[in-house]
């Protein structure tokens, strides 16, 4: 009697921890685990995506694969070095600011990509925190005659530890991307600065174009933005070392 007993009271618990399974899996869809999934996907896609950007003395590489050292080798090279500063050609100059400034609104659309990505990982990872808690429940008042229950779910388990890793390693990646970027943005915004200041400076001086005019009177003009302009890329150039 009482091992019939005890045989429908094992048959109604596994009833029990059967109907609570279902009710995991129905949470799993009425969360849309999977469109987070999606948007995390979309966020890291856009992280890589962005206009070409190519520099007006440089039409090989792309702005985006110069570290932070070539960027201000390319400024002080191009535009505030002292030999080089009379010979700025105006169209080019406004070229790069255009490449410039469309490489930091790229950075800062990355940025606000990892930024979702992070929200979307908070979301996901307490929709698994807890389908966790109902599986480990599960496992602990399972009996040993209810194996295969204890199979699905361990299998269950493996399977969202893997999505868990699949998912959260381009998150760390991004992440630590982001960091580099904005590192990358503060050269970036340095040399949007000195550009704007070169290009003010050629635009208040009649016939720009021809720079043998008042060639004297452009560089006197310029000589405290030139100065601080090369004074504030050695400092970088120091710290980037």
Same mark, same amino acid.
């Given at each position: 009697?009482?091992?019939r007993?005890?045989?429908?009271?094992?048959?109604?618990?596994k009833?029990?921890?059967?109907?609570?399974?279902?009710?995991?899996?129905?949470?799993?869809?009425?969360?849309?685990?999977?469109?987070?999934?999606?948007?995390? +996907?979309?966020?890291?896609?856009?992280l890589?995506?962005? !206009?070409?950007?190519?520099l007006?003395?440089?039409?090989?590489?792309?702005?985006?694969?110069?570290d932070?050292?070539?960027?201000?080798?390319?400024v002080?090279?191009n535009?505030?070095?002292?030999?080089?500063?009379?010979?700025?050609?105006?169209e080019?100059?406004?070229?790069d600011?255009?490449?410039?400034?469309?490489?930091?609104v790229?950075?800062? !659309?990355?940025?606000q990509?990892?930024?979702?990505?992070?929200?979307?990982?908070?979301?996901?990872?307490?929709?698994?925190?807890?389908?966790?808690?109902? +599986?480990?429940?599960?496992?602990?008042?399972?009996?040993?005659?209810?194996?295969?229950?204890?199979?699905?779910?361990?299998?269950?388990?493996?399977?969202?530890?893997?999505?868990?890793?699949?998912f959260?390693?381009?998150?760390?990646?991004?992440?630590?991307?982001r960091n580099?970027?904005?590192?990358?943005?503060?050269?970036?915004?340095?040399?949007?600065?000195?550009?704007?200041?070169?290009?003010?400076d050629?635009?208040?001086?009649?016939?720009?174009?021809?720079?043998?005019?008042n060639?004297?009177?452009?560089?006197d003009?310029?000589?405290?933005?030139?100065?601080y302009?090369?004074?504030?890329?050695e400092?970088?150039?120091n710290k980037?070392?």
């Amino acid at each position: 009697m009482k091992e019939r007993e005890s045989i429908k009271n094992n048959t109604v618990e596994k009833a029990n921890y059967n109907e609570k399974y279902k009710k995991i899996i129905n949470f799993i869809i009425n969360c849309r685990i999977f469109i987070f999934l999606t948007k995390i +996907l979309t966020a890291i896609n856009e992280l890589n995506t962005g !206009v070409p950007c190519k520099l007006a003395h440089d039409k090989v590489k792309d702005l985006k694969y110069y570290d932070t050292d070539e960027i201000l080798e390319y400024v002080t090279v191009n535009y505030t070095d002292s030999k080089n500063f009379k010979n700025i050609n105006k169209e080019k100059l406004v070229e790069d600011l255009i490449s410039f400034k469309t490489y930091k609104v790229d950075i800062e !659309v990355s940025s606000q990509s990892v930024d979702r990505i992070t929200g979307f990982l908070s979301i996901l990872a307490t929709s698994v925190s807890i389908i966790l808690a109902y +599986l480990l429940a599960a496992l602990e008042h399972s009996t040993g005659q209810d194996s295969g229950f204890i199979v699905r779910n361990i299998i269950f388990l493996i399977l969202i530890i893997i999505l868990i890793v699949l998912f959260y390693s381009p998150v760390v990646v991004s992440i630590f991307l982001r960091n580099s970027k904005h590192n990358k943005l503060k050269v970036i915004n340095h040399a949007i600065y000195i550009l704007e200041a070169i290009k003010e400076d050629i635009v208040e001086v009649p016939e720009t174009r021809n720079f043998d005019v008042n060639v004297d009177y452009l560089i006197d003009k310029k000589s405290e933005t030139r100065d601080y302009a090369i004074k504030v890329t050695e400092i970088l150039d120091n710290k980037s070392k």
